[in-house]
């Protein structure tokens, strides 16, 4: 498993560390007229003291969130699943209704010009739709390495059968290929239990990557803003969309069985992004352009490619096995307050979308 999380923590600090690059290259392109420096001294010192506010607010908000489902839940409930498909509801308006709209906004932006592939052909889709088989393959490969891996260990601890216990030694391996086959569909020696607990630990981590970089990106949004008019109500729809938005995440983490230090450290990682994208962007807000091509070339591309990244998991790894285990379809009463949750979880984080 080690070897599959040290690529993904990469990709994480990446995020962190070449945005600010990126939005501090953009200072030189203002031809299309962003607002870069805009107002007077006492607004900025008030859009300022906003700004601070919404650090704090939004790191509380992303703390509760994420670490509501993983300290407060049982994850053998009922709840628990009721739990689960809201914050599915969640992920999946993310994707859908915040993400991918800002995408379609940035890389449509007719200050990136007209040239290919811009204009008329549907870069936000593909790129969106990259992402999403790029996640399919990496949890694929990574569940293919895992089961394979394990495969070899349990192969080797077989005691070799000779003539005298061809018999005996039958019986160990017809146990242990009709138990595995009950559990996972004919793979032999591997319980199913680690094999999912390792699988939803590569899903949680992907999912963090997606939701962290489109954390990064608001939060920047944010902080560059020079207006106070602006700010008001980004701050408090983003306040809630981190609350929600953790809620979704802390559920995957608490079912997936992290080490208390691994979960620490994505709960903070998750808690922290947007807060650092505010400090960078009032870092770089006298300089910095959003309507440069490069800055709408960047954020377009990450939130696409997040946008792809939460679709896929949110109904490939959250809706679907939620929807169609065995406890979800054995009782009407669980399905129904469950497809009441997805939807509710849906519903609130699309309204959201009015004021961010």
Not at 184 to 205: A, N
Request: proline content about 4%; aromatic content about 8%; overall charge negative.
């Amino acid at each position: 498993m080690g070897s599959f999380q040290k690529p993904l923590i990469s990709a994480f600090v990446l995020v962190l560390v070449i945005l600010p690059l990126l939005v501090s290259a953009t200072k030189e392109e203002n031809e299309c007229g962003g607002s870069i420096g805009e107002g007077s001294a006492a607004e900025k010192a008030t859009a300022l003291k906003y700004k601070i506010g919404a650090f704090f607010s939004i790191l509380v908000a992303g703390v509760i969130g994420v670490c509501s489902p993983i300290f407060g839940l049982n994850s053998e409930s009922n709840f628990f699943m009721f739990v689960k498909a809201f914050a599915a509801g969640v992920i999946l308006a993310t994707g859908f209704v915040h993400i991918l709209p800002d995408a379609t906004e940035s890389l449509t932006s007719p200050c990136i010009g007209e040239e290919p592939p811009w204009g008329d052909f549907p870069v936000t889709e593909l790129v969106a739709m990259a992402a999403a088989i790029l996640t399919m393959l990496i949890e694929s490969f990574a569940s293919g390495y895992l089961n394979r891996s394990r495969l070899e260990k349990e192969a080797k601890t077989l005691p070799v059968s000779t003539d005298g216990d061809k018999e005996e030694h039958s019986h160990i391996v017809s146990a242990h290929t009709h138990a595995s086959q009950g559990h996972s569909h004919g793979s032999l020696l591997v319980p199913l239990d680690d094999h999912i607990d390792l699988r939803k630990k590569i899903v949680t981590q992907i999912l963090e990557l997606g939701i962290v970089v489109h954390s990064v990106i608001i939060g920047i949004s944010l902080g560059v803003s020079p207006s106070v008019s602006t700010i008001k109500p980004l701050l408090a729809a983003i306040t809630f969309h981190q609350l929600f938005e953790g809620f979704g995440l802390g559920g995957c983490i608490s079912e997936a069985k992290f080490r208390v230090k691994k979960i620490w450290v994505m709960v903070l990682f998750f808690a922290l992004t947007a807060p650092v994208g505010i400090g960078i962007g009032i870092g770089v807000a006298e300089t910095y352009n959003d309507n440069s091509p490069i800055a709408l070339k960047v954020s377009g591309f990450l939130n696409a490619a997040a946008a792809g990244i939460l679709i896929y998991m949110a109904l490939v790894d959250l809706v679907a096995p939620l929807f169609m285990n065995h406890k979800a379809q054995s009782s009407m009463k669980i399905q129904s307050v469950c497809s009441f949750s997805l939807i509710l979880g849906a519903g609130l984080m699309s309204l959201l979308a009015v004021w961010a």
